[in-house]
């Protein structure tokens, strides 16, 4: 029996720091119990239900074209 191939959308990448900001403010970002992420070309963002606006999560290291 052959595995389901589904067509990658996106791929996030987190740093330990990043994913404990997550853990940190999950309440506050959670909505139902789900933490969103938007992903962005300028970094991953925490959608903010309260305000309305997103606030910046990070980025885990810089694209290859920024790279010095």
């Given at each position: 029996?052959?595995?389901?191939?589904?067509?990658?959308?996106?791929?996030?990448?987190?740093?330990?720091?990043m994913?404990?900001?997550?853990?940190?403010?999950?309440?506050?970002?959670?909505?139902?119990?789900?933490?969103?992420?938007?992903?962005?070309?300028?970094?991953?963002?925490?959608?903010?239900?309260?305000?309305?606006?997103?606030?910046?999560?990070?980025?885990?290291?810089?694209?290859?074209?920024?790279?010095?």
């Amino acid at each position: 029996m052959q595995g389901i191939i589904e067509p990658r959308l996106a791929t996030a990448e987190f740093s330990r720091d990043m994913v404990e900001t997550m853990l940190t403010y999950f309440d506050v970002y959670a909505d139902e119990g789900v933490l969103a992420v938007e992903v962005t070309s300028w970094g991953l963002w925490l959608p903010n239900k309260v305000t309305g606006g997103r606030q910046f999560l990070g980025l885990a290291k810089l694209p290859d074209g920024y790279r010095q």
